[in-house]
């Protein structure tokens, strides 16, 4: 039994590991030895039986049998001695062979827990089929999402977000691979907590929380999406300060947006990727949840130059400083929630103000009711506009309506209905399912 085992000790010994199984398999090690020591007390007992067979068969002969069979008794015994011994030896060899395996499993097994204790994989992703009037119906599987976090320590962590969207990327590919978060968090008392790296700048609702189950609608929405503009990531270093139960501060400094000649914001953001950065941004956020049920924030950030010099302009041009302001406000009470947002760019220069982009507004309110576990509704009108310094109406009005479907709490399949109006006409549906984990 025990030359049996160890064969598959050592073939299996990777997958024993990974699994956290060794000490059950260690519990087997210390059972084979047992018959290890089971075999060796029948040994004994042959040579015993085989000793007094011998002798009794002297005593029970006659003088001439006697000496004729004790001496092919003796040679009997003689052969099995030598057997006995070489399966003694070989008992011994596996005993060490099978000790050796059970320390072995127990330090490697150490290793592997002391690596992956603390280390956490998590993520999201969302398969969005989109139907409008004005153009073809597209289906995208638009994200897919890897989180990996690691505690170094009670007080030092690290946390990445690893993202391809649309699922293909490559040269004339419409896939991109990107690395919205890496960061490493530092706890430096109990209230106060910084971290420096790459992650999403705290500003409005869905920035910092966007997987699909966590909101409704399938596509994110549009004033978060033109004027915030989430998804939104820099690098740089914050601060997190939290003086009272319920109130929290945030502040960073990162690098900024590069807006091209069209000054529309969402464009400006360089994902960090040989990013410009002459003009650094400031941002700072306050937060209040005391009330069960309710948040409260504002965030505000101050670029000196939105342009980051004018590199990407064919002539010199102003210096175009911007201020983003955004407040939100989500209420729930029982299965009731009413989410409302505010975000508004400020920009200076002749450039951005012959373009009427020296002010871009938007703002949403979204009623939902969770009907039951499964089930949730919502509705939501929203309006933003990139031209809000143009005396024209150039506002996009949305009106959605849609519902959730939670296959389990972390897996939705969702449906909604939205009709676009003033500066842009058209009308239709989406289709979506997420999760995440």
């Not at 260690?26 to 059972?31: A, K, P, Q």
């Not at 069960?292 to 010099?309: I, M, P, R």
């Not at 210096?319 to 009731?336: G, N």
Request: hydrophobic residues 40%.
């Amino acid at each position: 039994m025990c030359v049996l085992i160890l064969p598959l000790l050592r073939r299996h010994l990777p997958f024993i590991i990974k699994n956290k199984v060794f000490h059950q398999l260690i519990s087997l090690v210390r059972l084979a030895q047992k018959f290890k020591h089971f075999y060796i007390g029948i040994i004994n007992m042959i040579k015993k039986t085989l000793i007094a067979s011998a002798l009794l068969g002297i005593f029970a002969s006659n003088a001439a049998i006697a000496n004729e069979e004790t001496d092919k008794l003796r040679q009997i015994i003689a052969e099995q001695q030598k057997v006995l011994k070489a399966l003694e030896k070989r008992l011994d060899e596996t005993d060490q062979k099978l000790n050796a395996t059970a320390e072995h499993i127990e330090v490697e097994s150490e290793a592997k827990e002391s690596i992956f204790a603390n280390t956490s994989i998590g993520g999201y992703g969302e398969l969005h089929y989109n139907n409008y009037d004005d153009s073809d119906a597209k289906v995208d599987f638009h994200r897919f999402v890897l989180f990996f976090g690691h505690e170094f320590s009670d007080s030092v962590r690290f946390f990445s977000e690893f993202e391809l969207e649309h699922s293909i990327a490559g040269e004339g590919k419409s896939g991109e691979v990107e690395l919205e978060q890496a960061y490493v968090e530092v706890d430096i008392s109990e209230a106060t907590s910084t971290k420096v790296g790459l992650f999403l700048v705290p500003v409005g609702i869905i920035n910092e929380t966007h997987e699909p189950p966590t909101f409704y609608g399938v596509e994110r929405n549009g004033v978060e999406k033109n004027i915030i503009p989430a998804t939104w990531w820099e690098a740089g270093v914050a601060f997190n300060y939290k003086p009272s139960a319920g109130l929290s501060i945030d502040g960073a400094v990162t690098s900024g947006l590069e807006v091209g000649e069209d000054f529309k914001i969402r464009n400006g953001r360089q994902k960090v990727a040989k990013a410009t950065a002459e003009n650094l941004a400031y941002t700072g956020r306050i937060k209040y949840t005391a009330i069960t049920g309710l948040e409260l924030a504002a965030t505000v950030q101050y670029q000196t130059d939105l342009t980051q010099g004018g590199t990407n302009f064919d002539a010199p041009i102003d210096t175009a400083d911007a201020m983003l302001l955004e407040a939100h406000a989500i209420y729930q009470i029982s299965d009731f929630t009413l989410r409302a947002l505010y975000a508004r760019w400020d920009i200076n220069g002749d450039e951005a103000k012959a373009l009427g982009r020296d002010e871009q507004t938007g703002w949403y309110l979204e009623p939902a009711y969770k009907i039951n576990e499964k089930v949730g509704v919502f509705a939501r009108y929203a309006e933003y506009d990139n031209n809000a310094g143009d005396n024209d109406s150039t506002a996009v009005e949305s009106t959605s309506v849609g519902v959730n479907y939670y296959l389990h709490e972390n897996v939705v399949l969702k449906a909604d209905y939205e009709n676009l109006g003033g500066s842009k006409d058209s009308k239709g549906f989406n289709l979506g399912f997420g999760y995440q984990f």
